[in-house]
């Protein structure tokens, strides 16, 4: 792999503080500030008011510690005074223990309070980016860190939703009349295309060392808390109100919540998942070119890989995992380029995200595919996802993710980067899963 993913020099950052906990605000709410404004968020008045929570609950539980102490020395002492036969002191006592109840009550009470305002403080902060994420508003401010493949040189430039409907593959306005617009229908030999991608996927993600899964669907809300998607994407994702379920945005909240509350051995990291699932998300305001066709759709399938890794090792995973995606990519011979997000243009949750995009010949615009993120301890401080260091003391794991690959815009490329006279070539890696050589 070439370095200018900052490779070996990312590994020596793994430590620079991501779980955003309370301890990290309270000792350096600089470094917070700092690397937030990375993000143009300014977390300079949030933290003051999390710090403010803080020391009022840490005064209470001093407080609370305190009359435990002193409830503790007055019990030995009522005994005492039974023994002694002084009935008398001993009620006294006794009222004073049940003084210092009723305030340690009063102490709980704040206390739960204070903690439930600062947790809802706390998941506004989104994660702190890396060192090496480029400072910028949006999209147009991505670094372009790599490109491949071949342009093609198409006499013909028919856009896909066309081609869908010329070979009779995709049916858009019959998925209106089921479901809405974003709800495609495959008929044919799209269907059968769009089942040979997510078997070649898995199959692929398989040989590299991933478990395949299969996870459920839907997810409850504490499942989309731990990985970041509540309360951030909470208007993006469809909820199942009578049940209180979320139908899950991508597989990486069922795959990555398998390990919330779990304490791994060391020995068993890395984990590595893969899972299709069908994806559901509003994409609200989205409009105009970017919805035309398979651009942008409210049900989508999608090959997910995931790995929780050892913090000393996540950037090579990263690493690996950006090449394994690049190889899938380049196999199915459509022009690519890799880039990495600036601040602003970064998912909530990520501390370094690198973005795949595939050329699209007919609409003459780059395709988003796949996001291959490090959250480092973000997403495993939520999960409560800890391994056991070499000393068997609990520690924070590194989550990580990626789109191997989401299939709408892959297949919206082929049709269109594949197209001839006579018909859409297939992919030659796709042909042993699809039994075809064209559509036509």
Known sequence: MDNYF?????????????????????????????????????????????????????????????????????????????????????????????????????????????????????????????????????????????????????????????????????????????????????????????????????????????????????????????????????????????????????????????YRDVILSAGELPVKVTAYTPCFRREAGSYGKDVRGLNRLHQFDKVEIVQISHPDNSYNALDEMVSHVEELVKSLGLPYRILRLCGGDMGFTSALTYDFEVYSAAQQRWLEVSSVSNFETFQANRLKLRYKDENGKPQLAHTLNGSSLALPRILAAILENYQTESGIEVPEVLIPYTGFTHID
């Not at 890396?130 to 372009?144: L, M, Q, T, W």
């Not at 229908?185 to 299969?214: H, P, S």
């Open 6 to 258: 900052f490779l070996t020099l990312a590994t020596n950052f793994h430590t620079h503080f991501t779980m955003l906990n309370i301890k990290l605000l309270r000792e350096n709410p600089s470094f917070v500030i700092e690397r937030l404004s990375v993000r143009n968020f300014d977390a300079a008045d949030i933290l003051e008011r999390i710090n403010g929570l803080d020391i009022k609950r840490r005064n209470r539980q001093t407080e609370s510690d305190s009359l435990l102490a002193s409830q503790n020395s007055l019990a030995r002492e009522i005994g005492l005074l039974m023994k002694e036969g002084k009935k008398d002191e001993a009620e006294i006592a006794k009222s004073k223990v049940s003084e210092l109840k009723e305030r340690s009550k009063s102490l709980e009470n704040e206390m739960e309070e204070c903690t439930r305002e600062l947790n809802d403080l706390l998941v506004l902060l989104p994660n702190t980016p890396h060192i090496s994420v480029p400072r910028g508003k949006c999209a147009e401010d991505n670094e372009v860190v790599r490109e491949g493949g071949k342009m093609p040189e198409l006499k013909f430039s028919v856009p896909h939703w066309e081609l869908a409907k010329k070979y009779d593959i995709i049916d858009f306005d019959l998925g209106v009349k089921l479901t809405g617009a974003g709800f495609p229908v495959y008929k044919g030999k799209g269907a059968r295309i769009q089942r040979a991608l997510i078997a070649w996927f898995l199959d692929k993600n398989c040989e590299a060392g991933y478990t395949e899964v299969m996870p459920p669907l839907m997810v409850n809300e504490a499942s989309g808390y731990g990985t970041g998607q509540l309360p951030d994407k909470g208007e993006q994702m469809y909820h199942v109100g009578l049940d209180n379920f979320y139908l899950i945005p991508t597989a990486e909240v069922p795959v990555t919540n398998i």
